[in-house]
């Protein structure tokens, strides 16, 4: 089964780094399209960054402070996060599409909590 795990959330005060990780097992397909949302507490979950072959998207609010990267012979994908800010807080979550079947899968999510 296809299986994401995400880690390297934790609290930062603003103006800190983290950085995530997303491990992808049990895909029988190459790391293409992932991408990085997050949800805060009553609030939708929102896109923050995409990578698709070598192109990489961001949303506005993140633009020159995170980066999305993978490394496929480890089958993850990481988002760097620099000046961090308050409102960056919530829970990230990674996601992938089979190609085939284009079905999404997520994974658990790790809290990022950004305050000082």
């Known amino acids: 089964q296809v299986q994401l795990v995400e880690s390297g959330g934790g609290l930062v005060q603003p103006g800190g780094s983290l950085r995530l990780s997303c491990v992808v097992s049990?895909?029988?397909?190459?790391?293409?399209?992932v991408r990085w949302y997050r949800q805060a507490p009553g609030k939708e979950r929102e896109l923050v960054a995409a990578?698709?072959?070598?192109?990489?998207n961001y949303a506005d609010s993140v633009k020159g402070r995170f980066t999305i990267s993978k490394d496929d012979a480890k089958n993850t994908v990481y988002l760097q996060m620099n000046s961090l800010k308050p409102e960056d807080t919530g829970v990230y979550y990674c996601r992938t599409v089979d190609p085939g079947t284009s079905s999404p899968y997520w994974g658990q999510g790790t809290q990022v909590t950004v305050s000082s």
């Open positions: 049990g895909a029988t397909f190459s790391l293409h399209a």
């Open positions: 990578i698709t072959g070598v192109y990489t």
